[in-house]
Nanobody, 121 residues
Framework: QVQLVESGGGLVQAGGSLRLSCAAS????????MGWFRQAPGKEREFVAA????????YYADSVKGRFTISRDNAKNTVYLRMNTLKPDDTAVYYC??????????????WGQGTQVTVSS
């Protein structure tokens, strides 16, 4: 069992930056691939970024490539999402997820409760 808690969301102006954190419980964090997803009102949850267990292999949605960076610190049981050059379209609830392999779909085993990111124009 893995419990995930996101933090770092908030209100930011367009062009600004935020760093989201996702803290995981348990001693097996380093075995899991981690993903970030987001869900805007009235829309389906969509893939943002993912990392394999080591952090060396990362994957991004085209909409965030070059602006967002996923990273992880296995010693701290934490995965991060650095978001730069934020746009109003990035406004959503952001969720982290843990699973066996990095995926672009929502079939992860564990999910956090989400953190709101609002980008004003």
């Amino acid at each position: 069992q893995v419990q995930l808690v996101e933090s770092g969301g908030g209100l930011v102006q367009a062009g600004g930056s935020l760093r989201l954190s996702c803290a995981a419980s348990g001693r097996t964090f380093s075995r899991y691939a981690m993903g970030w997803f987001r869900q805007a009102p009235g829309k389906e949850r969509e893939f943002v970024a993912a990392s394999d267990w080591s952090g060396f292999s990362t994957y991004y949605a085209d909409s965030v490539k070059g602006r967002f960076t996923i990273s992880r610190d296995n010693a701290k049981n934490t995965v991060y999402l650095r978001m730069n050059t934020l746009k109003p379209d990035d406004t959503a609830v952001y969720y982290c997820a843990a699973g066996g392999v990095p995926r672009r779909d929502v079939s992860y085993d564990y999910w956090g409760q989400g953190t709101q990111v609002t980008v004003s124009s």
